[in-house]
């Protein structure tokens, strides 16, 4: 319980016109969508002509390992929006069931947990002459998900002409749309054909697909609407760093040994609406006064405070230092660079305060210390030619701000029962005098 306060002087680094109350921080809803960059969301890279079965660039099709390690996309055959019938002349990718973790997949750069995302997108039968007629005569299944979000099923309009080969114009639909909520960073966009292989496949039923026909997509765009700030988090909860490399999730100890390469191996650039400064919850510094003396104690006390930096990178990182000596790791000056200041990452402050107590009263100090929040993502600088090779690290660090002036307030009070109770015990002294009943002896004259 706290004591009740009879006084407080707030002492700060800065001059304060008040004791100003502890800082209180709104969250804004934003309500307008930002566009969401699809990596290479018009197929358009590497450039071909009328069709191509080269790998779009920044996709990944099924697991790491069925991409020899590589993440890149495999066997995606792309057709040209001129050529193939699409209203707003889109190059298209077709989807393929070729194996149980064939999925045609990017993860979405700057998109957080809590944000809401619309994908828009236009769809097709296949025309690929693998298409068995009773396929697309129907319309054929795929299935489009978000991490975070359920996964939509999708059918495309039926092709009664059945019609195959290089004058096939396809049956579109535009401006399809599906809607998640993320829960993770950079949340995984995945679409997955359900049109199975056939035995019976070709253009004329005969031979097998193998997978080689599926619905085509096209015109892929996204915005989001992002969450609310929330300064609500305490330090000790902060979100955990996450790093990635191209589509792939990766341990943080990986992206960190590649940053920490040299100092321009990486660049941080912070999320400045998500960054912020604020006070800490106060808390005592230092050991509380209790004047039991019938005088005034007026006296100069030192006053001893501290800050400390709250990360969950490897020590590898630097951030914070190893030591308040230490040179400024590779890492640490690549987030200086982005962030523009040099923070003191565990400063200590020694201060010489004024303090009078009167009699019966109980004088303390309590500090808010002003703290920087600041999120952000350290990137591979310069962005490598294939995005699937690009390293990301989001981290968030709380250390002690370099623009907003510590508070240290000074406090009076009435002592409590219990410190009542033992200004007035007794003595440890032994009982006076001790021979009190024996006669006095001769008189000392010295």
């Known amino acids: 319980m706290r004591r009740p306060l009879v006084a407080a002087l707030c002492l700060g680094l800065a001059a304060l016109p008040a004791c100003p109350a502890f800082a209180q921080h709104t969250t ?155 829960d993770e960073y950079e949340p995984l966009l995945t679409f997955v054909s359900t049109v199975p292989a056939t035995p019976n496949g070709g253009a004329n039923g005969t031979g097998t697909n193998g997978g080689q026909c599926g619905p085509l997509v096209a015109n892929l765009k996204a915005v989001q609407v992002e969450p609310p700030v929330d300064k609500t988090i305490r330090s000790g909860a902060l979100p955990p760093s996450v790093a990635f490399r191209g589509n792939d999730a990766r341990p943080v100890s990986q992206a960190v040994t590649e940053c920490a390469t040299n100092a321009t191996r990486c660049s941080f650039t912070p999320l400045d609406d998500y960054s912020f400064s604020y006070y800490e919850p106060a808390r005592q510094a230092d050991e509380t006064y209790i004047n039991c003396t019938r005088a005034t104690l007026d006296r100069e006390r030192p006053l001893k405070t501290g800050g400390r930096t709250i990360s969950d990178l490897p020590a590898a990182a630097g951030l914070p230092p190893v030591s308040a000596t230490a040179a400024a790791s590779n890492m640490n000056q690549q987030f200086t660079t982005g962030t523009g200041t040099t923070p003191a990452w565990s400063p200590s402050t020694e201060r010489t305060v004024k303090e009078v107590v009167h009699p019966g009263e109980a004088s303390w100090f309590e500090t808010q210390g002003g703290r920087q929040r600041t999120e952000g993502w350290f990137t591979s600088n310069p962005a490598p030619t294939d995005p699937n090779l690009d390293w990301r690290l989001y981290t968030v660090l709380d250390y002690p701000s370099p623009q907003i002036a510590d508070k240290v307030y000074q406090r009076t009070g009435p002592l409590t029962t219990g410190e009542l109770a033992r200004c007035r015990a007794d003595r440890p002294s032994a009982v006076t005098p001790n021979d009190q009943g024996a006669p006095a002896g001769g008189a000392d004259r010295g």
């Open 28 to 182: 804004q809803q934003r309500q307008q969508p930002t566009e969401v960059v699809l990596v290479n969301g018009d197929f358009s890279l590497p450039a071909f002509t009328a069709s191509s079965t080269t790998s779009p660039t920044g996709w990944s099709v099924g697991s790491t390992s069925a991409n020899n390690g590589t993440g890149t996309a495999q066997g995606v055959w792309r057709y040209a929006g001129p050529n193939w019938g699409n209203p707003a002349r889109k190059n298209a990718v077709m989807l393929r069931q070729s194996g149980p973790d064939y999925a045609f997949k990017q993860r979405l750069r700057g998109v957080r947990p809590g944000a809401r995302v619309t994908l828009t997108f236009d769809d097709s039968p296949g025309t690929n002459s693998f298409c068995p007629a009773r396929s697309v005569e129907q319309g054929q299944t795929y299935t489009v998900q978000g991490s975070g979000g359920t996964v939509q099923s999708e059918l495309t309009e039926p092709d009664p002409d059945k019609e195959f080969g290089t004058t096939k114009r396809g049956v579109w639909r535009t401006g399809r749309s599906y809607t998640f909520t993320a």
